[in-house]
């Protein structure tokens, strides 16, 4: 399985953005998408997962109520929907294959990972 992800950019505090990642092969339904990020200095956190099946959404504190994420199975592609964009949102975000997520404790088994898009929010 391979994932490409798209969409990132430079945009002011206040706007939007919708990444998307694109996944090659048969499998899309049988994973869990997730995405996360990474900021300069700091460790990658867990930003939000939709899960197969019922599609149940799962997402960080700090984006709850400004991002939504979503898939679309029969175009293997999971998104992101970006509001309310804030400096501290900024980092590179990647999508991952996930063979599970739970969200007691935000566990979860990632199997792939795409390459990452960087989303600069100025202030």
């Known amino acids: 399985v391979q994932l490409q992800a798209c969409g990132g950019g430079l945009v002011q505090a206040g706007g939007s953005l919708r990444l998307s990642c694109a996944t090659s092969g048969r499998t899309f339904n049988s994973y869990v998408m997730g995405w996360f990020r990474q900021a300069p200095g700091k460790e990658r956190e867990f930003v939000a997962a939709?899960?197969?099946?019922?599609?149940?959404?799962y997402y960080a504190d700090s984006v709850k109520g400004r991002f939504t994420i979503s898939r679309d199975n029969a175009k293997n592609t999971a998104y992101l929907q970006m509001n309310s964009l804030k400096p501290e949102d900024t980092a590179v975000y990647y999508c991952a294959a996930l063979r599970y997520y739970n969200p007691r404790g935000s566990s979860y088994g990632a199997d792939y990972w795409g390459q990452g898009t960087q989303v600069t929010v100025s202030s």
């Open positions: 939709v899960t197969r099946g019922d599609n149940s959404a």
